[in-house]
């Protein structure tokens, strides 16, 4: 959805080196939330935020942290980037459609790739 | 513990062969429920959505879900699979309003 960007869309990185990627919406939407997919395991919710003051540790947020720079931006960094983090992170936007059921809405995507 | 699980991980079925793909999730109040596709090297998209009502859902492309509350089940389904449905199809569950979980995942491979 071009609605939700995502920077860079591929990076590849040295273990060790701080990397940060970046969400940004132009939906209006209050929550934003970070995802990885690995294969075989779907998507894990890293982080996520219900507005700028609002953040909140998803399943597997060791090892990243986030920011919630504005209600439009939602980074997300790896302090001291390991192999393991090698992934494909997405970042996502929600909030309530017309019919009252809160849906998400998804970046392009960031293929991160640790050496 | 709330969860979402798919069961079959890798489908492979021939061009207007039906397809079942199957969806549990764990008890946990409130659920909506949401079927998505990621078409290879791109993000995921909505198929279709169950928040309350007539438990069969039809979404986009001929998918339709069906939502059996006494089993927790949210199975996706579609009468004739074409080459272009090859992808990965991703159940998801929202919990009280408040997180998303998604299952692991089923890659469907459609031969022409």
């Known amino acids: 959805d071009a609605d939700v960007t995502q920077t860079p869309r591929n990076r590849i990185t040295k273990t060790g080196k701080r990397i940060m990627l970046e969400c940004s919406q132009t939906k209006g939407h209050d929550r934003m939330y970070w995802y990885r997919q690995d294969p075989g395991l779907g998507l894990r919710l890293i982080y996520y935020?219900?507005?700028?003051?609002?953040?909140n540790k998803g399943e597997i947020s060791d090892g990243y942290s986030v920011s919630r720079q504005a209600q439009a931006k939602f980074s997300l960094s790896l302090e001291s980037a390991i192999p393991n983090q090698t992934a494909l992170y997405f970042c996502a936007t929600s909030d309530f459609s017309a019919t009252g059921l809160r849906e998400q809405f998804f970046g392009p995507g960031t293929r991160l790739t640790v050496l | 513990a709330q969860s979402v699980s798919q069961h079959n991980h890798h489908v492979i079925l021939s061009e207007a062969a039906s397809l079942e793909l199957g969806c549990n999730y764990s008890?946990?109040?409130?659920?909506?429920l949401f079927w998505y596709v990621q078409y290879p090297g791109q993000h995921l998209q909505l198929l279709l959505k169950?928040?309350?009502?007539?438990?069969l859902v039809k979404g986009i492309k001929g998918f339709e879900a069906e939502f059996i509350k006494s089993k927790f089940s949210f199975n996706l389904r579609k009468p004739s699979v074409q080459w272009s449905d090859t992808a990965e199809y991703f159940c998801a569950a929202l919990y009280n309003f408040n997180k998303f979980y998604f299952g692991s995942g089923t890659k469907l491979n459609v031969k022409p």
């Open positions: 008890y946990g109040g409130t659920v909506n």
């Open positions: 169950y928040f309350s009502g007539d438990p």
């Open positions: 935020s219900f507005d700028v003051k609002d953040i």
